[in-house]
């Protein structure tokens, strides 16, 4: 398959082939999980969140709650290390947390490989190279996700992710899937180092 015949449908019937029937099959595993979070962390059992998608739009990302919602005494929320669970942590680790997002993919707001949909403040603070990452759906996983996930520093993520959109093939999405697998088996990379997550992007594209 050409890449421009992989960019222009090939792509959406891959997500549907593999996306369909996982969500089928990995049914009974949402709901186990679903069951486990409201008992360790209560409601609501899904975090939705606007993100930015494709050509920059804005939809609503759901995956499964990993951390508390209480506030502190002025109704602020605590730093994500004060509210990722041990339980939280072992769901993002092998990011079951994900799960819920096969219904975005079967509904074509994300595909299963792409750049990671980001916060929707972050699209005044990118470059013009940067904001080329919306030119593709957002994925479940991507390019960066295998190579370091939150590991690695803003700069280079960004990077990985226009690298993909102009790489991208059947093979290479083949290829990121295969070692999602991997990682989410080893859990590498699942937090920026001094971090429970990931930093805010503040625009700067600071290097080490």
């Given at each position: 398959?050409?890449r421009?015949?992989?960019r222009r449908?090939?792509?959406?019937c891959?997500d549907?082939?593999?996306a369909?029937?996982a969500?089928?099959v990995l049914l009974?595993?949402?709901?186990?999980?679903a069951?486990l979070?409201?008992?360790?962390?209560?409601?609501?059992?899904?975090?939705?969140?606007?993100?930015?998608?494709?050509n920059?739009k804005t939809f609503?990302?759901?995956?499964?709650?990993s951390m508390?919602?209480?506030r502190?005494?002025?109704?602020?929320?605590?730093?994500?290390?004060?509210r990722?669970?041990?339980?939280g942590k072992l769901?993002?680790?092998t990011?079951l947390?994900?799960?819920?997002?096969?219904l975005?993919?079967?509904?074509?707001?994300m595909?299963?490989?792409?750049?990671?949909?980001?916060?929707?403040?972050y699209?005044?603070?990118?470059t013009e190279?940067q904001g080329?990452?919306?030119?593709v759906?957002p994925?479940?996983?991507?390019?960066?996700?295998v190579n370091g996930?939150?590991?690695v520093?803003?700069h280079?993520?960004?990077e990985?992710d226009?690298?993909?959109?102009?790489n991208?093939?059947?093979?290479?999405?083949?290829r990121i899937?295969f070692r999602?697998?991997?990682?989410?088996?080893?859990g590498?990379g699942v937090?920026?180092?001094?971090?429970?997550?990931?930093p805010?992007?503040t625009?700067?594209?600071?290097?080490?």
């Amino acid at each position: 398959m050409t890449r421009g015949l992989y960019r222009r449908g090939g792509k959406r019937c891959l997500d549907l082939v593999l996306a369909v029937p996982a969500a089928l099959v990995l049914l009974p595993a949402c709901l186990i999980v679903a069951l486990l979070v409201r008992i360790s962390l209560g409601s609501p059992v899904l975090f939705r969140q606007k993100r930015s998608g494709l050509n920059s739009k804005t939809f609503e990302m759901i995956k499964f709650r990993s951390m508390r919602e209480a506030r502190d005494s002025s109704g602020a929320l605590p730093p994500d290390r004060d509210r990722l669970t041990s339980f939280g942590k072992l769901l993002r680790r092998t990011s079951l947390d994900e799960l819920p997002s096969l219904l975005s993919v079967i509904e074509g707001r994300m595909s299963l490989v792409g750049p990671r949909p980001l916060l929707v403040r972050y699209l005044e603070r990118y470059t013009e190279r940067q904001g080329r990452r919306h030119e593709v759906r957002p994925g479940i996983t991507g390019w960066a996700q295998v190579n370091g996930r939150n590991a690695v520093d803003w700069h280079e993520k960004l990077e990985m992710d226009v690298w993909y959109v102009d790489n991208l093939t059947l093979c290479l999405d083949l290829r990121i899937l295969f070692r999602t697998l991997v990682v989410a088996v080893t859990g590498r990379g699942v937090s920026a180092q001094g971090e429970a997550t990931m930093p805010e992007f503040t625009g700067r594209e600071d290097r080490p």
